[in-house]
T-cell receptor, first 114, second 115 residues
Framework: GESVGLHLPTLSVQEGDNSIINCAYS??????FIWYKQESGKGPQFIID?????DKRQGQRVTVLLNKTVKHLSLQIAATQPGDSAVYFC?????????????FGRGTSLIVHP | GAVVSQHPSRVICKSGTSVKIECRSL??????MFWYRQFPKQSLMLMAT?????????EQGVEKDKFLINHASLTLSTLTVTSAHPEDSSFYIC???????????FGPGTRLTVL
């Protein structure tokens, strides 16, 4: 589980800037990755996913990059808005192994200043 | 995606009492639901997998006699925190396994505070 007592990493940006949130995953065999957004007091919300046979996937204002060599994921948010302020979690799973339970990363708190 | 609700959204109880949290899948028949716990500024920790009509599967370190899970129908799973103590205070979130093998839809969470 997560380390007790550590605060979430925080990224502060100005409205309109591009944001990049990074995540290191743990299992080199993981083949499916998801980014979730969690607003305060709410459950996680799916943002975008990527399979291990890809290194980039784009959505609306969001792009996920996958570097399997160093087990690294990033989430890029273009033209960040105050409504993007939330905690962002990456999650990994081994879909080909029949696992449908994602393992959540530590999370990053994104603060967007108007 | 599936719409998932939880009730109550917030609950405050005295130490030693039991609290029941409901998770409902409003528009989807969920064979499998999950229960997570999230402490402040931490990630989600899977507590158990709830399968309709059978016993829940608990993760290592989660006491099944303390966290009772009942998944009696395809739309409802309940988590009962028995003899709650202040250290059980947390944010409890359920999710529903959707159509795709990797689709999970999360509920809004329940904030439990044990005094």
């Amino acid at each position: 589980g997560e380390s007790v007592g550590l605060h979430l990493p925080t990224l502060s940006v100005q409205e309109g800037d591009n944001s990049i949130i990074n995540c290191a995953y743990s299992n080199s065999a993981s083949d499916y990755f998801i980014w979730y957004k969690q607003e305060s007091g709410k459950g996680p919300q799916f943002i975008i996913d990527i399979r291990s046979n890809m290194d980039k996937r784009q959505g609306q204002r969001v792009t996920v990059l996958l570097n399997k060599t160093v087990k690294h994921l990033s989430l890029q948010i273009a033209a960040t808005q105050p409504g993007d302020s939330a905690v962002y979690f990456c999650a990994e799973t081994l879909a080909s192994g029949g696992s449908y339970i994602p393992t959540f990363g530590r999370g990053t708190s994104l603060i967007v200043h108007p | 995606g599936a719409v998932v609700s939880q009730h109550p959204s917030r609950v405050i109880c005295k130490s030693g009492t039991s609290v029941k949290i409901e998770c409902r899948s409003l528009d989807f028949q969920a064979t499998t639901m999950f229960w997570y716990r999230q402490f402040p500024k931490q990630s989600l920790m899977l507590m158990a997998t709830s399968n309709e009509g059978s016993k829940a599967t608990y993760e290592q370190g989660v006491e099944k006699d303390k966290f009772l899970i009942n998944h009696a129908s395809l739309t409802l799973s309940t988590l009962t925190v028995t003899s709650a103590h202040p250290e059980d205070s947390s944010f409890y979130i359920c999710s529903v396994l959707g159509f795709g093998v990797n689709e999970q839809f999360f509920g809004p969470g329940t904030r439990l505070t044990v005094l």
